[in-house]
């Protein structure tokens, strides 16, 4: 069992940034992949960056270049460092781990507003 607790949410001006940390309980924790999606109003869930138990990392198109994911498998964190926010990054962030089992955390609220 893993339970994710996802922080650093937050209201940010355009062109601000946030680090969002997503922090797991259990051990196993370098097994697993681990990735950012957000749920915007009215939108679907989106697959917002992705790294897996090798360090190797993917991100959706419109946030390459202004994001990086990062892990610390020895504090069971991982991290996403979000640079030139826009008004459309604004959303809810969800951290998910996924190996033999898929887990999800309760969602940190992201807005970008002037």
């Known amino acids: 069992q893993v339970q994710l607790v996802e922080s650093g949410g937050g209201l940010v001006q355009p062109g601000g940034s946030l680090r969002l940390s997503c922090a797991a309980s259990g051990y196993m924790f370098r097994f697993y992949a681990i990735s950012w999606h957000r749920h915007a109003p009215g939108k679907q869930r989106e697959l917002v960056a992705h790294i897996d138990s090798s360090g190797n990392t993917n991100y959706t198109d419109s946030v390459k270049g202004r994001f990086t994911i990062s892990r610390d498998n020895s504090k069971n964190t991982v991290l996403l460092q979000m640079n030139n926010l826009k008004p459309e990054d604004t959303a809810v962030y969800y951290c998910?781990?996924?190996?033999?089992?898929?887990?999800w955390g309760q969602g940190t609220q992201v807005t970008v507003s002037s």
């Open positions: 998910n781990a996924q190996w033999t089992q898929s887990y």
